[in-house]
């Protein structure tokens, strides 16, 4: 694997250097500072800024308005307008829009994290999914995992951060809580709206909600706009 590597003087890579080493730049206000690597054949479209100790490893492309400090996007990845903080995004992955990994999340190969998703501390096997608006710290993911809009894991009491466990192959429906510290069993199924905590066994359909109940005509006067 060649990298365009240029010693720590300070300052950015010109747009000259970096298309000389073989990457495609282009688009204006591209900010990559010198202490990056920059693979043979990474795509860099500005605006955008690579600083720290980060690798643009060859193949991938860091799409506008993203901003990757100290960490590594892997070959043929892709970042679209995502903020990436001390993290490694595997071969393959599709991160963004408006994506936040930071602080030690470790993404395998082949994973989508979409819009409005948040990974920290945490790690995901490979063949993912976390489409859009998730949270996820402090959790060790397997592979091959869906995780749903607006799943939760709830790492923290005020006290002391937890660490969660999900095995391969688990579905996480939409709305689901995840209250650490958790274990769900591989192939487990968590269907929407469940707030788990505890152990869900291996191949478990794991539902805990509450189903609803309507007054007829208990609405009026409830809402003054209604």
């Known amino acids: 694997m060649k990298f365009l590597r240029i010693a720590p003087r300070g300052g950015f890579y ?21 202490t990056v690597k920059v693979g043979r054949g990474a795509v860099i479209i500005g605006p955008c800024f690579v600083s720290g100790g980060s690798e643009l490893c060859p193949g991938c492309r860091v799409l506008p308005f993203s901003h990757i ?4 996007v892997g070959r043929g990845a892709t970042v679209r307008a995502s903020t990436l ?7 393959d992955c599709s991160v963004g829009p408006y994506a936040c990994l930071r602080g030690g999340a470790k993404v395998g190969a082949g994973c989508r994290i979409g819009d409005f998703v ?14 859009h608006h998730a949270y996820i710290g402090d959790a060790e993911i397997g592979e091959r995992v869906n995780i749903g809009c607006g799943a939760v894991f709830a790492n923290y009491d005020g006290k002391i951060k937890s660490r969660s466990v999900v095995e391969d ?20 199924y968590i269907a929407a709206g469940t707030t788990v905590f505890g152990e869900v066994e291996a191949g478990g359909l794991c539902i805990g909600r509450a189903r609803h109940s ?4 208990g609405a009026e006067g409830r809402y003054k706009y209604g």
Do not use: H, M, W, Y
Request: charged share 20%; hydrophobic share 35%.
């Open 169 to 188: 192959g688990c579905f996480i429906g939409c709305n689901c809580n995840i209250v650490a510290p958790a274990r769900i069993g591989r192939g487990a």
């Open 14 to 34: 010109s747009l000259g250097q970096l298309k000389k080493a073989g990457a495609e730049a282009g688009g204006g206000c591209i900010f990559v500072e010198r």
């Open 118 to 131: 948040e990974i920290k501390n945490s790690v995901l096997g490979s063949g993912c999914r976390a489409a």
């Open 69 to 72: 400090e100290d960490s590594v």
């Open 214 to 217: 309507v007054v007829p005509g």
């Open 85 to 91: 903080l001390g993290c490694t995004v595997g071969e």
